[in-house]
């Protein structure tokens, strides 16, 4: 399994950014999370999806302003990120894991791609 993670980048707040995460030998049942970490802080789960049936589940903060989805071919992660604050400054990860049990937990997941920084300026 392999990941690339993009789409990083520096904004305003209140701006928009989309991540991507690109993932191969990956299989249906996958999850596909993202994480994020900032300086000095500990890596925090922001969002996940199941690559079948399209199972969500999002941190409370980013709930209503985060959107994750995926690409119908299965080889895509995307998270579409609205109305970002200086707070979600952070390298971002996505990663992969076998099975929908704690989505939120870091520990589910086996493979992890390199991360793209999100910088939100005031």
């Known amino acids: 399994v392999q990941l690339q993670a993009s789409g990083g980048g520096q904004v305003q707040a209140g701006g928009s950014l989309r991540l991507s995460c690109a993932a191969s030998?990956?299989?249906?049942?996958?999850?596909i999370g993202w994480f994020r970490q900032a300086p000095g802080k500990e890596r925090e789960f922001v969002s996940a999806i199941r690559w079948n049936g399209g199972l969500k589940k999002y941190a409370d903060s980013v709930k209503g302003r985060f959107t994750i989805s995926r690409e119908n071919a299965g080889n895509a992660v995307y998270l579409q990120m609205n109305s970002l604050k200086p707070e979600d400054t952070a390298v971002y990860y996505c990663?992969?894991?076998?099975?929908?049990?704690?989505?939120?937990?870091?520990?589910?997941?086996?493979?992890w791609g390199q991360g793209t920084q999100v910088t939100v300026s005031s």
């Open positions: 990663a992969a894991g076998g099975a929908w049990r704690a989505p939120s937990t870091q520990y589910e997941y086996d493979y």
């Open positions: 030998g990956t299989s249906s049942s996958y999850v």
